[in-house]
């Protein structure tokens, strides 16, 4: 009974109150869910501004105080989610993630970033994925709306390559970055997860419709707003404690100097997530974002998926390093490399010759010189040895003066 009560206070709390509250958030760790609620109807124990707020919203709701406000409003909420084919979970439900309770680290005075950081009191879904579990492997990538074809293509590789990888990708289902991470994971067959700033029965920004149903059809959609709740700047930046809280680490792909993305990553560093950050041209407005992000100590450049995966994954996913193109020559020692660069392009010199502009020895150059021949290197004749493949260009002009 007391685990019921506790999800339909927490249910309540959130339709009654805007997340993040960290008022609220340390009065229901104080007393629990059911006390705090009843606190907050009556006004007693809370600031005037949160109890302004609360009857407000009860007033709204048409909620007469003196009921049993959190069975009728958990009531109200469970029919409505019905309706829209989705669910309501907070931490109460098995299926609620664990990491977004973090979020108490960043909701302290003087964060930097915003004061009202605390974890949210329930979430909407609509998806057939379990958000504990979908999560477990999970990164955020975030970035500009005002998207380049350099950032739509980083954005675009990176979730599908995530989503091969077994990563789910997690954004808030804008333009431009977001919407084309989220594409690239739909493409890739993985799972994804969009984080909304307004109902769950709202598709917003209207462009992204498609996509936001087809992640609501084959990942998930989140939001902490009830039904009917229209976006606003403010909760922007509110649902992006959600996405770094949700996440093992924060991709920035593009940002300009005021860019939103620049504030989920805040929260990721607040929160001890990773931060990576993508770099561009440094002429380019949308990447001034990242680049002054990269300056901050602890941020991770990233330019490949398989560094992502390195920085965030367990133990051992290393990313290969990264070598340019394969050359005949990576055969050979240090010794007969510097011997084949002795040898003339065309003109024939004998291993002497070649051993005295090589700097090493006759003996050196004798014994090695046969062994490139046998590779391809040289050529043979009457007169000594030349290159097989003479270089095209100026050093082969060069050498013919």
């Avoid at 091969?164 to 289902?173: D, Y």
């Avoid at 739909?186 to 598709?203: R, S, Y």
Wanted: with cysteine; net charge negative.
């Amino acid at each position: 009974m007391r685990a019921a009560e506790e999800r339909e206070a927490r249910m309540a709390l959130g339709t009654l109150v805007e997340p993040g509250s960290r008022e609220l958030g340390l009065l229901v760790r104080s007393v629990g869910a059911p006390e705090a609620l009843a606190r907050a109807v009556g006004g007693f124990g809370i600031s005037p501004g949160l109890a302004g707020a609360v009857q407000a919203r009860l007033r709204i709701a048409g909620v007469d105080g003196s009921a049993d406000v959190g069975a009728e409003l958990a009531e109200r909420m469970g029919e409505l989610a019905e309706r829209l084919g989705a669910r309501i979970i907070t931490a109460a439900d098995e299926e609620w993630p664990p990491v977004l309770d973090d979020l108490v680290r960043a909701s302290r005075e003087g964060n930097m970033l915003r004061r009202d950081t605390d974890p949210p009191m329930c979430v909407w879904l609509r998806g057939p994925l379990r958000l504990a579990e979908t999560l477990e492997r999970s990164v955020a990538v975030v970035g500009a709306r005002a998207v380049t074809g350099y950032g739509g293509y980083v954005a675009s590789e990176f979730g599908y390559g995530l989503a091969e990888c077994g990563w789910t990708v997690v954004s808030g289902g804008a333009l431009g970055v977001d919407v084309t991470a989220h594409r690239g994971a739909l493409a890739g067959g993985g799972a994804t997860v969009a984080v909304m700033a307004c109902g769950i029965d709202k598709a917003y920004p209207a462009a992204n419709t498609a996509v936001l149903e087809q992640i609501g059809d084959e990942g998930l959609l989140l939001t902490e707003w009830s039904p009917g709740t229209q976006p606003h700047k403010t909760r922007f930046l509110t649902r992006n404690r959600v996405i770094a809280a949700a996440t093992r680490g924060t991709v920035m792909v593009e940002a300009g100097s005021r860019s939103g993305a620049r504030n989920t990553l805040g929260y990721a560093r607040l929160l001890e997530r990773s931060a990576m950050v993508v770099p561009g041209p440094i002429n380019s407005p949308m990447s001034v974002g990242c680049h002054v992000e990269l300056r901050q100590p602890g941020t991770v450049l990233v330019t490949r998926v398989e560094e992502i995966v390195e920085e965030i994954g367990s133990v051992g996913e290393l990313a290969a390093p990264i070598q340019g193109a394969g050359r005949p020559e990576d055969v050979l020692d240090a010794l007969q490399a510097r011997i084949l660069d002795a040898v003339r392009p065309r003109k024939a010199t004998t291993a002497e010759q070649i051993a005295a502009v090589a700097g090493v020895s006759g003996r050196d150059a004798r014994r090695n010189l046969p062994l490139l021949e046998e590779l391809g290197f040289v050529l043979s004749g009457p007169d000594g040895y030349r290159l097989s493949s003479p270089p095209q260009g100026p050093i082969g002009e060069e050498e013919e003066r």
